[in-house]
C-alpha cells in the first residue's frame, strides 16, 4: 500500500503569514492527491482536488502543487478561520490512504 | 442539497458487532461510489472501505479486511457498514463519504460514534 507522510505535524503561525505544508508519497500517485481540512468536532472539508484543482467555494488563498510523490499546500495569507488540522489523501489507488495530519496552530 | 447522515453508532463489547447506515439525498445516488472513513479519538483520519456505484468494485483497509462488510441499496439510497469481531481499537467516529470521481471525497456526513470498552 502507498504510504502518505504529511510535514510539519503542527504548525504555529501568525494571521496574514505564508503557510505551506508538504505531502510525501511512498511512490508516485501522479496527480491523484486532495487536501481536506477539518475544525473540531466536524467532518473533513474538500479543498483542493487533483493536486492543484481548487474546489467550488474555496478561497483562493488556499492552493496546492506537486506531482509524482511530493505535493504542497499553501496558504498565502492565513486567516483566522483557517487554523484547522489539514490532511493530504491519496487517491491513486483503492486504498486511499490519508497523511497523519498536520495542525495549523495560532502563534 | 446534497446530504448523508449516519447513524447506528453506540457502545458494544469487544467481539461484539454493530451495523451503520448512512442514508444520502440531494444527488443520484446510485450513481457514485462511496466510502467509510473513521477518525479515532484525537486521531487522524484512516480510510476504512470503499463501493462503487454498482458495487461491483469493493475495497477494504487492511485493519478490517475480513470483519466488515461494506454494501449499499440503490433503491434506498442507502450505504451500510457490518462491523463484526469488534476491538478496542475500532472505536472511533465512522464518517461515509460521497467519492466524486477525480476529486475524492466531495461530500461527508457529520459521523457516527462508535465504542468497543467492556
Known amino acids: 500500500d502507498i504510504q502518505m507522510t504529511q510535514s510539519p505535524s503542527t504548525l504555529s503561525a501568525s494571521v496574514g503569514d505564508r503557510v505551506t505544508i508538504t505531502c510525501r508519497a511512498s511512490?508516485?500517485?501522479?496527480?491523484?492527491l486532495a487536501w481536506y481540512q477539518q475544525k473540531p468536532g466536524k467532518a473533513p472539508k474538500l479543498l483542493i482536488y487533483?493536486?492543484?484543482s481548487l474546489e467550488s467555494g474555496v478561497p483562493s488563498r488556499f492552493s496546492g502543487s506537486g506531482s509524482g510523490t511530493e505535493f504542497t499546500l499553501t496558504i498565502s495569507s492565513l486567516q483566522p478561520d483557517d487554523f484547522a488540522t489539514y490532511y493530504c489523501?491519496?487517491?491513486?489507488?483503492?486504498?486511499?490512504?490519508f497523511g497523519q495530519g498536520t495542525k495549523v496552530e495560532i502563534k | 442539497e446534497v446530504q448523508l447522515v449516519e447513524s447506528g453508532g453506540g457502545l458494544v463489547q469487544p467481539g461484539g458487532s454493530l451495523r451503520l447506515s448512512c442514508v444520502a439525498s440531494?444527488?443520484?445516488?446510485?450513481?457514485?461510489?462511496l466510502n467509510w472513513v473513521r477518525q479515532a479519538p484525537g486521531k487522524g483520519l484512516e480510510w476504512v472501505s470503499y463501493?462503487?456505484?454498482?458495487?461491483?468494485?469493493?475495497y477494504y483497509a487492511d485493519s478490517v479486511k475480513g470483519r466488515f462488510t461494506i454494501s449499499r441499496d440503490n433503491a434506498e439510497n442507502s450505504l451500510f457498514l457490518q462491523m463484526n469481531s469488534l476491538r478496542d481499537e475500532d472505536t472511533a467516529v465512522y464518517y461515509c463519504?460521497?467519492?466524486?470521481?477525480?476529486?475524492?471525497?466531495?461530500?461527508w456526513g457529520r459521523g457516527t460514534l462508535v465504542t468497543v470498552s467492556s
Open positions: 463519504s460521497r467519492d466524486y470521481p477525480f476529486k475524492g471525497g466531495d461530500y
Open positions: 440531494g444527488f443520484t445516488f446510485s450513481s457514485y461510489s
Open positions: 463501493i462503487s456505484d454498482s458495487s461491483s468494485h469493493i
Open positions: 511512490q508516485s500517485i501522479g496527480n491523484w
Open positions: 487533483r493536486a492543484s
Open positions: 489523501q491519496e487517491y491513486n489507488d483503492y486504498a486511499r490512504t
